[in-house]
């Protein structure tokens, strides 16, 4: 099967399919057919983290993943290597704050909340990182393994809420405050003329709640984020390239399990919006390879059971079939080693797409 050589590839799926084993395994069959990669996984898990012995000082920082790490053939791996992010929407931040000067802004509790793990800025900081790391020029393709489920599929289309909150008359509003504060004016000026608004209510209650001290933090980081609009406009124009044939190859990873199967015939649904015709449902386990070979001679109770099997996969690649234009097929491997997996399911990405 041909697999278009694209700026950006994205793993979705549910929980638990092996979007990150494959994406990664993806990144080494690219990197070792001599292409420049980044992988870039949002996996809160950071199961990367245990498949490629990453440390904890690695998180948002691009690590060089030597092929020889993956201990193949020494000919094919020489010299050839893939890069590897572990997301971390502080690190995306503070290289937000070193661009736009900001240190001291986003040196507040309120941005350092919001920029945890779950402190709901995980995709958009990672769209910010992607759009950055494009800008940089130097990848051929960059890898985005995505959160679990639909969810990122949601994030994508919410766009119109990040359009809104920085939307004309609130940067207006925010602009003239924002002018007021760095020109040495009070934060209590801000307040005073927010006062006059409709926010009125809604600060009073929080000074109530928490002190000004609060109210004028929150200002603060209201007035960093909004001097970083255009990182966050220029995430938007990257949600409509995604959209585009040329720019993006979709990967929909499901295990062989009908439930599995199903879930991905609803994000497929879900993302029909950002779907192309470069989309491809990667099944992932496919038990065909281990039931051929699978003897079970004399024994009647195990014979039954391999049909029965062999009958539920066929269905299933069927129905796969008849859902997906493209499908990638991938093997159940019987390893504990996930650098294993990864190493075994490059190949198969490989043998897949030789034509390319
Ligand atoms: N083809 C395979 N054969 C055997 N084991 C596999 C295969 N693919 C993935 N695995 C294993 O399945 C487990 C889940 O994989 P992985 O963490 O990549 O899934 P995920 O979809 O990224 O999960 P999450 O939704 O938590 O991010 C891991 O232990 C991985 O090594
Ligand atoms: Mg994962």
Redesign the pocket.
């Known amino acids: 099967m041909k697999i278009p050589q694209k700026k950006v590839e994205l793993f979705c799926?549910t929980?638990?399919?092996?979007?990150?084993?494959?994406a990664t395994a993806r990144a080494l069959a690219l990197a070792l057919s001599g292409k420049k990669v980044l992988l870039i996984t949002i996996?809160p898990?950071k199961?990367l983290k245990q498949i490629l012995n990453m440390k904890d000082s690695d998180d948002g920082e691009i690590s060089t993943i030597s092929l020889e790490l993956f201990a193949m053939d020494p000919v094919s791996t020489s010299g050839k290597s893939f890069d590897a992010l572990l997301m971390s929407p502080r690190a995306t931040l503070q290289r937000m704050a070193i661009e736009k000067n900001l240190h001291a802004e986003f040196d507040s509790d309120i941005i350092k909340t919001l920029s945890r793990p779950y402190g709901g800025m995980n995709e958009i900081m990672s769209i910010i990182e992607v759009q950055f790391q494009l800008e940089k020029n130097i990848y051929d393709t960059i890898i985005l393994d995505t959160p679990?489920g639909k969810h990122f599929i949601d994030f994508l289309e919410s766009s119109e809420k990040i359009k809104n909150f920085f939307d004309k008359s609130f940067l207006e509003i925010f602009e003239y405050l924002g002018k007021n504060i760095t020109s040495g004016g009070k934060a209590r000026n801000f307040i005073s003329f927010i006062v006059s608004t409709g926010i009125k209510k809604l600060l009073h209650y929080l000074e109530d709640v928490t002190g000004a001290d609060f109210v004028r933090e929150f200002i603060d980081a209201v007035l960093a984020l909004y001097k970083c609009r255009d990182s966050f406009l220029k995430a938007l124009s990257f949600q409509k390239e995604l959209k585009k044939e040329s720019f993006s190859n979709w990967f929909l990873?499901t295990s062989v399990e009908q439930q599995k199967m199903n879930e991905a015939q609803e994000l497929k649904h879900d993302a029909a919006h950002f779907l192309h015709r470069d989309h491809f449902l990667v099944m992932?386990?496919c038990l065909s390879t281990f039931l051929d070979n699978w003897n079970t001679e004399g024994n009647e109770v195990l014979e039954r059971l391999k049909q029965s099997m062999t009958k539920r996969e066929h269905e299933l690649q069927e129905f796969a079939g008849k859902n997906f234009l493209n499908v990638l097929k991938?093997?159940?491997?019987n390893h504990p080693s996930?650098m294993e997996?990864v190493k075994k399911?490059a190949q198969m990405f490989l043998d897949q797409t030789r034509n390319d």
Request: glycine share 18%; charged share 20%; aromatic share 4%.
């Open positions: 799926g929980g638990g399919v092996g979007k990150t084993t494959i996996d898990a199961r679990p990873v992932n386990k991938f093997h159940e491997i996930p997996h399911l």
